[in-house]
């Protein structure tokens, strides 16, 4: 069994927290998915520390960081990259887009369209993009922070099913508390403090936490645990959707990354019970043509799996 090196999460946590104030349990949930080998959406409304979350990570973590910000007419092209004809030499070459990085940060991720969002699919699954009949690697470690406005805003586009199904997590950030934003006003004075955090955690650093969570030992009773909760989605009466086999893995790896957060090289129940709703809500779907009340319905549904379900003892 290899070890997790907590004082290195703790220093990660504590350095994102210099200026995400008042938000533990957020801070915790986008380093489970970090050190998960996932991805994380984050979806709130305008302003309440998004995209200073996303940056937050990427500027602690001493790897590229690339941030892009979506928009309507983006291409795929934009994303990926291009082939580039050259005459001297009589044939194309590749020109890499910014999706070749460690940490990419796409911002407001639905406000593209379906087409350019779908660029991301096999990079966000299988660490790799295809072109022109070309397959090309991405660097390790890999991580998408994408942030999203709710979709009933103007201007933006739903993110397809087998779109969130390759995010690990989706959380939200949520207002602060009025003395938390009182903070928040102080330490804005002289600019954003986003942009003075240093690095704590290596590229190689983050490699090796990665490896060991992968380490961290899940029993037997809490498969069926896991399995159990995700067929509890196929079976409702109120979902069209349950989870997928990939969503039962993302599971699978989540808890293990929160065992590790925690401090345990094993998973208890309550890892799963507190992942239950970042990890499956956003994997099912409701019945029903309106979509306002769609994450609000989700949510309630898979609490009421998580408490009908037997917890392993």
């Known amino acids: ?108 991720i639905n406000r593209t369209t379906p087409r350019t969002q779908s660029a991301l699919l096999e990079a ?72 003075h955090l240093q690095p704590v955690l290596s590229s190689d650093q983050l490699k090796s936490l990665q490896a060991s969570v992968r380490q961290v030992r899940v029993d037997e009773s809490l498969n069926d645990y896991i399995l159990e909760l995700v067929h509890g989605t196929r079976r409702h009466d109120e979902l069209v959707l349950g989870v997928s086999t990939r969503g039962a893995l993302t599971f699978y790896r989540a808890a293990q990354s929160r065992a590790a957060v925690e401090g345990r090289d094993y998973v208890i129940p309550d890892d799963i019970k507190h992942l239950a709703v970042p990890v499956l809500a956003h994997r099912v779907v409701c019945r029903g043509l309106i979509r306002e009340n769609q994450r609000e319905r989700a949510t309630g549904i898979i609490r009421q799996i998580v408490d009908a379900t037997p917890v392993p003892t």
């Open 1 to 108: 069994m290899v070890s997790v090196d907590g004082n290195l999460i703790r220093l990660l946590e504590s350095n994102i927290a210099k200026v995400i104030l008042g938000k533990p349990n957020v801070i915790r949930l986008a380093v489970v998915a970090l050190l998960g080998e996932g991805h994380l959406l984050i979806e709130d409304a305008p302003g309440v520390g998004k995209t200073a979350l996303a940056k937050a990570i990427a500027q602690s973590l001493n790897c590229v960081f690339t941030r892009l910000q979506c928009t309507p007419d983006m291409l795929p092209s934009d994303i990926i990259g291009s082939s580039v004809f050259l005459p001297n030499k009589g044939e194309f070459e590749f020109r890499k887009g910014p999706l070749f990085t460690n940490v990419l940060l796409a911002d407001e």
């Open 124 to 195: 966000m699954n299988e660490h790799q993009v295809s072109i022109d009949g070309q397959t090309y690697g991405l660097e390790h470690p890999f991580f998408v922070l994408a942030t999203q406005n709710p979709f009933e805003f103007e201007g933006t586009y739903p993110l397809p099913e087998n779109q969130l199904d390759r995010f690990m997590l989706r959380i939200d950030v949520g207002y602060p508390e009025r003395s938390v934003e009182r903070e928040v006003l102080k330490q804005h004075r002289e600019g954003e403090p986003v942009d």
